[in-house]
């Protein structure tokens, strides 16, 4: 089966960084692209970046951008998210996913998930 690992999430201060990354599991797969997704207590999951394989394009969230960058590795259907400058209201549960196809900034659609890693910024 295909799994998606999260790392790289951890306590920082307001205004530090973080870099997750994801990494495929078992049998190489195929995509459209990847993505990041997080899910902050009492809310629902959000779409904050994507990339797309084919095409190149990037997707960022209102609330990220500028201070996120998504990069990733195809061949390895792997995902990285720079974080810079976080804020308290970026804590969350960060999720990494894989779309087979179809557009990746839409956030219906994403057949694999990672278990999540914890990001909290303090203030």
């Known amino acids: 089966q295909v799994q998606l690992v999260e790392s790289g999430g951890g306590l920082v201060q307001a205004g530090g960084s973080l870099r997750l990354s994801c990494a495929a599991s078992?049998?190489?797969?195929?995509?459209?692209?990847m993505g990041w997704f997080r899910q902050a207590p009492g809310k629902g999951r959000e779409l904050v970046a994507a990339?797309?394989?084919?095409?190149?394009?990037?997707y960022y969230a209102d609330s990220v951008k500028g201070r996120f960058t998504i990069s990733g590795d195809n061949a390895e259907n792997t995902v990285n998210l720079q974080m810079n400058s976080l804020k308290p209201e970026d804590t969350a549960v960060y999720y990494c996913?894989?779309?087979?196809?179809?557009?990746?900034?839409?956030?219906?659609?994403?057949?694999?998930w990672g278990q999540g890693t914890q990001v909290t910024v303090s203030s």
């Open positions: 990339i797309s394989w084919s095409g190149g394009n990037i």
């Open positions: 078992g049998r190489t797969f195929g995509s459209s692209g």
């Open positions: 996913a894989a779309k087979l196809y179809g557009s990746i900034w839409l956030p219906n659609g994403y057949d694999y």
